[in-house]
C-alpha cells in the first residue's frame, strides 16, 4: 500500500439544507441515516475529483453531514438487525472507555477485535491520544489503520504514519509554538490545570488531564475552553483530556479522509458502510456522522450533551461493552 505524503483528499464537503439523498450502494435515505426512514433532512455532499491536492475534508461540516429533524431515540444492542450490519466493511473506534476499561486491554477487548477481524471486517481506531500511542497500537492489535490527535495524524499498515494536516513541516512547528504560549497562558489562569503524560509524544496537539490521573470539574473544565477559545485554540474534551489544537480536523474528518486516501472509500458511502462506537462528548462528530452508531453503557452521563446521540447502546461499560456489540455484529453477519 503506498504511503500517504501528505496531501490533501478529494474535495470539500458541503452540507446542503432540505431534500432527500440516498447512499448508492445502500439505498438509505442520506438525510435520516439516524432515524432508519427517509425523510427530509439535511444531505451530505462530498466533492470528488481533482489530484489529492484539490482539496480537503473539513472538519465541522462533516460533523453534520447526516443530520435529522427531530433528536434519534437510542435503541438497545438487541434491537440491531441483520440487515443494519450486512452492508458493513468496518468498524470505527474510540480507544480510551470504549476499547480500554480504566485505561487496561481486557482479553475480552482484544478477542473482540480479532473476532471481527476475522469476520472480514477493517478496523480503524481512533482517539485522541498521542502519535506515539497509534505507531504503538498499530503494532500490537490488528488495525488497519489509527486515526490519533482527534483526526489530525494517522497510521496506516505496520506503524508507517501519514500526516493528515495540509500545514508544511513548517508551519506545523509555527503552530506547536503558539500552541505552547497558549498552554502557558492557560496555566497561569487556572492553577489547576494538569498537562497529560504523553505531551512528549504529541504532534499536532497539547493535552491537559482533566479525569485521568487528575479530576477537574466539568464547569471548570468548561471554563477552560471558553478562554482556549478566546486566545484562538480549537478544543476537544473527552471523559479524560481536554485538548487544545490549531488544526482543522476532528475524529470524523480524519477517519474518512484514511479510508478515501488508503483505502479507496469514498466519503459519502463510507458512512454507511463503517460502524462507530465510541463513549463520550469527544465522540461527537462520529455520533453525528456515521450511520449506525453504538454507545458503551458510560456514555449514559454525556448522551445530554450530544446534538445526535448513539444509535444503539450497549448494556455494558468500556471494555465489556465493545465485545458485546463486536459478538451482536459478528452473529448477525453470520446468520443466513
Known sequence: MPRYQGGRVGGPVQLFGGGVGRCAATGIGIGCARCGQTCAGARAVFSRGGSPGGGRISRGVVSQSIAVASRATVKPLNRLCR??????????????????????LTAAAVDALWQMSAAGLRLIACTGRSARWGALLMRILPLQACVVENGALAFVAHGRGALLQDAAAGDRS???????????????????????????????????DVGELHHMPQQRVMEVCRYAHRLGAHTFTSAIHLHITLAGDDKTSGTLRVLQQHFGD??????????????????????????????????????????????????????????QMASRIVALRGQR
Open 83 to 104: 440487515q443494519q450490519v450486512a452492508p458493513l466493511r468496518g468498524v470505527v473506534f474510540d480507544i480510551d472507555g470504549t476499547l480500554l476499561t480504566d485505561g487496561k
Open 174 to 208: 509555527r503552530r506547536k509554538a503558539a500552541l505552547r504560549k497558549m498552554a502557558e497562558q492557560l496555566i497561569g489562569r487556572f492553577s489547576d490545570l494538569v498537562y497529560t503524560d504523553d505531551n512528549d509524544g504529541r504532534i499536532s496537539d497539547i493535552a491537559f
Open 266 to 323: 469514498d466519503p459519502t458511502e463510507a458512512l454507511y458502510r463503517y460502524a462507530f462506537v465510541g463513549d463520550s462528548g469527544n465522540d461527537a462528530a462520529c455520533f453525528n456522522a456515521f450511520a449506525i452508531t453504538f454507545g458503551v453503557a458510560n456514555i449514559a452521563p454525556y448522551i445530554h450533551l450530544l446534538t445526535c446521540p448513539p444509535r444503539f447502546l450497549c448494556s455494558r461499560e468500556q471494555g465489556a461493552g465493545f465485545a
